[in-house]
């Protein structure tokens, strides 16, 4: 059973950065695709970053380019998102979410929030 556990939400104020990590268990591919997606009140589910573990493709939304990165870990059952300068309009319940093959990650492919397997999520909020 695939698990993924968040970590790394909190408040900041503009400006400022936080570091996401979701932890993976139970997934048997050897390669397979993470991403990071975004959801604040009201708005719909958004795909933030996503990369294809192994391969090093990404993507990343409009809305973060040049602010955030996603990376795997060493172990390679942890993904990060670094958040750099962030902004109020960041402030959103953040999911990791992972996608066994056949999983597309490619850097002008949006993401679908059809990914077979999600974490629980963990809050981040930007004031100004």
């Known amino acids: 059973q695939v698990q993924l556990v968040e970590s790394g939400g909190g408040s900041v104020q503009a400006g400022g950065s936080l570091r996401l990590s979701c932890a993976v268990a139970?997934?048997?591919?050897?390669?397979?695709?993470m991403a990071w997606f975004r959801q604040a009140p009201g708005k719909e589910r958004e795909g933030v970053a996503a990369?294809?573990?192994?391969?090093?493709?990404?993507y990343y939304a409009d809305s973060v380019k040049g602010r955030f990165t996603i990376s795997q870990g060493n172990a390679k059952n942890t993904v990060y998102l670094q958040m750099n300068n962030l902004e109020p309009e960041d402030t959103a319940m953040y999911y990791c979410?992972?996608?066994?093959?056949?999983?597309?990650?490619?850097?002008?492919?949006?993401?679908?929030?059809?990914?077979?397997?999600w974490g629980q999520g963990t809050q981040v909020t930007v004031s100004s």
């Open positions: 979410a992972a996608d066994t093959p056949p999983c597309v990650v490619a850097p002008n492919i949006p993401l679908s929030p059809g990914f077979k397997h």
């Open positions: 139970g997934v048997t591919y050897r390669h397979y695709c």
């Open positions: 990369i294809r573990t192994g391969g090093g493709l990404t």
